[in-house]
């Protein structure tokens, strides 16, 4: 993802649609990866577009669930 500036009512270093140029919102939902239902998965979405796209820390929490899920 890329960091830009091109509205100006948006924070220092926000991360932007790249379709909209609109600041991403951290949302909050239920995400099912390999049949596993992770509740309360954080991600960042556009309030236009509703485009959703995860941060690297993010992704990190997926995948330590994930791993804590495995038998």
Same mark, same amino acid.
């Given at each position: ?12 270093? *926000? +991360?932007? &649609? #790249?379709? @909209?140029?609109? !600041?991403?919102?951290?949302? %909050? ?13 954080? *991600? +960042?979405? &556009? #309030?236009? @577009?509703?485009? !959703?796209?995860?941060?690297? %820390? ?14």
């Amino acid at each position: 993802m890329e960091k830009n500036s091109r509205n100006s009512d948006t924070k220092a270093n *926000a +991360l932007l &649609c #790249p379709v @909209c140029c609109v !600041e991403y919102i951290e949302v %909050e939902f239920d995400f099912e990866v390999d049949g596993v239902v992770l509740h309360n998965v954080k *991600a +960042l979405k &556009c #309030p236009s @577009c509703e485009q !959703e796209v995860f941060t690297q %820390e993010q992704v990190e929490a997926i995948r330590k669930s994930t791993q804590s899920t495995e038998p």
